[in-house]
């Protein structure tokens, strides 16, 4: 790539990158420079026709049928952290390999974000390494699959999916039982019906179309729902259960099955709706979907997580607003349509300069979730597996733990950070602001992250097929190595006087031997200052 | 009594809640730590710490202690198959408690926790039985109807945020991180090392306010070092630490000057400590283990603790592997000799130090396991077994109740997964009671205690 014909917006088209995909490398530079007016939406209608490039449930599979051949000084850390041991459950290394390789790199962010909200754990529940590895691979594919598509059918694949009723105990959910009298024996597991709101759809409380609290007349905030509607709710997901018919290649990608003579027969009276008693299973499944994708917190409750994953964890009412109407129609009469929200929060005004998204009380930008920050560097390197029986990353937890954060690997389903965390102590929270990534990057955290993508920065080239050529023409002109990979990195977020100061000490790196291997440690050592500087780790 | 805590309770929850009480101008370095309306009732003269060690992937309880009484372990026997101890390996471990274990029961330690019989019967050990993750006292009847549970019992990542946090949802602190910050006034910079992690990030660590100060075996968590040629890196810290007008990186480059000083406290406290301070002795592969050599730098950072004048600390290690879906006979005795070498040479280091009164070590883990085995490993459980370790100690000391042994008996959840009969609330209260909380903020550190009657196991005097 040359660094001297860069088109003028050279850095507001890699920005714009690092808002939709999960890194950057000089081919994919190269492509949108060459895109003409309009680039954004261009680039976007070009991703959105790429078919869906990974298949988790065959990728998840292969992994598990080698894992035997391959031991823990095979991943990426080694020995060096902590292993928790245990099942293979191989999904996590699937969905590490294409955030990391795979060309749909829209559909790969959007898919990240998503799985933040519909959360599962790769190791749902007790019900054996085959069978989690089968569900949630197969879960991946679903989110996948859809998130290009509509929200209505999205939440219908996630809620019949058997690792989400694994994972929120509502497989094998039955109706409620009475004894004589009437009064209850048991009750419907409430699990998934209490999530689906807060979590998934609604939220906890009322919200305007633009994301700000819904206030009463003593000013305070609304709830959304009730224990009452929990409970209702709950007997809608009754009578479903595991797939298990044929092998688990077969069955590992179905939808649960359904028992009629488990399914409550009650009314379901919830959020103001009733569904008659008596109604079947899949009818009332159905009908609750519907009543919560048409609420109206739905739009800005999902709209709003979606730009924070994406954009800036502060976005202005009036972003929200723009981007939840969408969700609400997207201009053709249609609700939910992906297309137009991901494409309204990735060309909104507020995400298309520095200056727009810092806005005047500089509130923007987000911080670079860390398992973004490894993805970066993987991607800047045009990483590719050596095997096609085997990732590096996934099971061995050493990504997750300095790092702190891993695909699939949440403390819980409430994601590795709330939408509405703010440090305390902080003039984020002072002045009502909210930094979520801030919950697993703070303090000794900050440290603790930022060796490992150093650690990661040289040691990706020995586990994976890298390849780092055009860095490398670069670096016997430290200056333009640090302007390109700053470009790459950053969107050109470094200063000169930091640029340059880079330049010198790696100036210092010279050939020993009449080898050609201070090329390598200058790029390393560039790449390593860089996503260690506050310009990479906070993104804007 | 009740007024003055009271008060505390009321600006502990303020805290907790979404006013700020620091205010922008604060100075970068100090600010977490800036006297407000939360200073401490407390105030103790004499030091204290709690070592928690977290045995992650779910320890398998039921051959960690065994039933060697003949009908039980009969029972035991049949369901574990080829997985099960051989009687005869048992004869040298027996867990001779006050006043025995009633009903003709007798319970003994796996073989290769030979060394926790010593320390038991000198009095530095107690035995916690079945305690696992419970919202309130749950009955066999409770479980299977769903009745107020805690959320996903049978999930790693769910089970072990609520062993070290016991809540669900939005909280995000953990106990250990709660029970510092009620203690520590917070007035001081060198209170950034009341909470002090070997074992990795976790949920146990993280407070309200208070991040975990993080130390590897080998020092404190830094920026790794790369390349003396370039010496850049003074230059990452600079960049971290330089100031921004932009919220979020003003943020990051406090948090940065909050790990900086926090490095530094560790550095300081580890100056002139001794390298190796637990007993080199013993087989290269036991000795050699992750949790040898967190233990270790917990015992320096002990040693050096003169540094920085705490009366009140809390540590967190971890050892994985525990997850024994198979290998319940080879892989999960070596961890079991893993961890009953490193505890003692710990103890032992630790009573060198002249700290024997003063530290409490424990142990923690997802959850116990399936009692029914396919005779290499076991599955997730729920209630488990755990040990209590130090001179304050009460001599012979067992909490809780062996499980029946029944399959579809009392406290069995299916599978002989235990029902848990104490729960992880009450064995931290009384942790957090010997620590010095009192009881009326216990339930500060254990939000679900309310539900239980006993607030302090019999276990610590």
């Not at chain 2, 979404?18 to 205010?23: E, H, N, P, R």
């Not at chain 2, 073989?111 to 749950?138: E, I, Y």
């Amino acid at each position: 790539m040359d660094l001297v014909a860069l088109p003028a917006d050279a850095a507001a088209r890699i920005r714009f990158l690092h808002q939709a995909t999960c890194g950057v490398s000089v081919e994919d530079a190269e492509a949108i420079f060459a895109l003409k007016n309009n680039w954004r939406n261009r680039w976007l209608n070009q991703q959105f026709a790429m078919p869906k490039s990974f298949n988790h449930f065959q990728t998840a599979l292969r992994f598990r049928n080698n894992i035997e051949n391959f031991s823990d000084e095979d991943y990426l850390g080694g020995t060096e952290y902590y292993h928790p041991g245990g099942a293979n459950i191989l999904t996590v290394m699937s969905v590490w390999k294409s955030m990391i390789e795979a060309p749909d790199q829209l559909r790969q962010r959007v898919t990240a974000a998503l799985l933040e909200i519909f959360v599962i754990n790769q190791q749902a529940a007790s019900i054996g390494a085959g069978n989690n590895t089968a569900y949630s691979s197969a879960y991946v594919d679903r989110i996948e699959t859809h998130a290009f598509g509509n929200f209505r059918e999205l939440l219908e694949s996630v809620s019949t999916s058997p690792i989400m009723g694994a994972f929120l105990t509502y497989a094998g959910n039955e109706k409620a039982e009475y004894d004589e009298e009437g009064n209850e024996i048991r009750v419907p597991d409430e699990n998934y019906a209490r999530e689906i709101m807060q979590l998934f759809t609604i939220g906890l409380h009322e919200l305007k179309l633009d994301g700000t609290l819904k206030l009463n007349e003593n000013g305070d905030p609304v709830e959304t729902y009730s224990q009452n509607d929990v409970v209702n709710l709950a007997r809608v997901f009754t009578g479903w259960d595991y797939p298990r018919k044929g092998s688990q290649q077969e069955y590992g990608v179905q939808d649960m099955v359904f028992f009629p003579q488990r399914h409550s027969p009650e009314s379901k009276q919830f959020l103001g709706h009733v569904i008659p008693p008596n109604t079947d299973g899949v009818t009332s499944l159905k009908q609750a979907l519907d009543v919560l994708f048409n609420h109206p917190n739905t739009a800005p409750f999902i709209c709003k997580q979606l730009i924070q994953r994406l954009v800036t964890s502060n976005p202005t009412p009036n972003y929200v607003a723009a981007v939840a109407s969408k969700f609400e129609d997207n201009g053709a009469g249609v609700r939910g349509d992906m297309q137009a929200v991901i494409r309204q929060i990735l060309t909104h005004g507020e995400a298309r300069s520095r200056a727009q998204t810092l806005k005047a009380d500089l509130s923007g930008g987000k911080l670079r979730e860390p398992m973004l920050r490894l993805t970066a560097i993987a991607r800047l390197y045009r990483a590719r597996a050596r095997s096609a029986d085997f990732y590096p990353l996934g099971k061995h937890p050493a990504s997750a733990q300095a790092l702190a954060q891993a695909p699939l690997l949440s403390p819980s389903v409430f994601n590795f950070f709330r939408p509405g965390f703010a440090p305390t102590g902080s003039g984020i929270r002072e002045n009502d602001y909210v930094a979520p990534e801030f919950q697993i990057a703070k303090g000794m955290a900050i440290p603790a992250g930022i060796s490992f993508t150093v650690f990661a920065a040289g040691s990706l080239l020995n586990y994976l097929q890298c390849n780092l050529a055009d860095f490398y023409e670069l670096a016997d002109q430290p200056g333009a190595l640090c302007a390109m990979l700053s470009l790459l990195l950053t969107a050109d977020g470094i200063e000169a006087v930091d640029l340059d100061r880079m330049a010198d000490a790696i100036s210092n790196i010279t050939q020993i031997n009449n080898q050609n291997t201070y090329r390598r440690w200058r790029t390393i050592a560039v790449i390593r200052l860089i996503t260690s500087h506050p310009a990479f780790l906070i993104q804007n | 009594m009740k007024t003055s805590h009271q008060s505390t309770r009321r600006e502990f929850l303020k805290l907790m809640g979404k006013a700020s009480l620091f205010g922008a101008a604060a100075p970068l370095a100090t600010s977490l730590l800036t006297s407000s309306a939360m200073a401490s009732t407390y105030g103790f003269n004499d030091y204290r710490a709690l070592v928690c060690i977290f045995l992650y992937g779910g320890n398998d309880c039921h051959n960690t202690i065994i039933p060697v009484d003949q009908q039980r372990y009969d029972t035991y026997a049949k369901l574990r198959r080829a997985a099960a101890v051989p009687y005869g390996d048992l004869a040298g471990t027996y867990i001779d408690r006050t006043g025995g274990w009633g009903n003709g029961q007798q319970m003994a330690l796996h073989p290769n926790l030979s060394q926790f019989k010593g320390l038991f019967d000198r009095g530095d050990l107690g035995v916690v039985m079945n305690v696992g993750t419970l919202k309130q006292p749950t009955s066999r009847d409770n479980y299977s109807r769903g009745r107020s549970l805690p959320p996903n019992l049978f999930s790693h990542n769910d089970q072990f945020t609520y062993w070290q946090s016991m809540q669900s949802g939005e909280g995000g602190s953990g106990w250990g991180g709660r029970l510092v910050e009620l203690m520590d006034s917070l007035e001081s910079k060198e209170q950034l090392l009341s909470m002090v992690t070997t074992g990795g990030q976790s949920t146990f660590s993280e407070g309200n306010r208070l991040s975990s100060a993080l130390v590897s075996p080998s020092g404190p968590v830094g920026v790794r070092a790369f390349n003396p040629r370039a010496n850049p890196l003074e230059m990452v810290w600079d960049h971290l630490k330089q100031p921004s007008p932009n919220l979020l990186s003003r943020e990051l480059a406090r948090q940065t000057e909050l790990a900086y000083e926090t490095r530094e406290l560790l550095e300081k406290n580890l100056e002139g400590t001794q390298a190796s301070l637990l007993s080199p002795v013993g087989d290269p592969e036991v000795v050699g283990s992750q949790l040898h050599a967190q233990l270790n730098m917990v015992a320096r950072l002990l040693q050096g603790r003169a540094s920085h004048g705490l009366n009140r600390q809390v540590f967190f290690c971890s050892l994985g592997g525990f997850d024994t879906h198979g290998g319940l006979m080879d892989v999960h005795p070596q961890l079991l000799k893993i961890v009953a070498d490193a505890m003692t040479k710990f103890q032992d280091a630790v009573d060198d130090l002249g700290l024997g009164d003063n530290v409490v070590t424990f142990t923690a883990s997802d959850f116990g396991r399936s009692l029914t085995s396919n005779g290499r490993g076991s599955d997730h459980g729920w209630g488990g077994h755990h040990f209590v370790m130090g001179k304050p100690v009460l001599p012979q000391a067992v909490a809780g109740v062996a499980p029946s042994f029944a399959i579809n008996g009392p406290d069995d959840a299916g599978f002989g997964r235990l029902i848990p009969a104490v729960s992880v609330d009450q064995y931290a209260a009384t942790l957090a009671t010997w620590m010095g909380v009192s009881a009326v903020d216990l339930p500060l550190v254990s939000p679900n205690l309310e539900a239980f009657d006993q607030w302090n196991l019999e276990l610590l005097g």
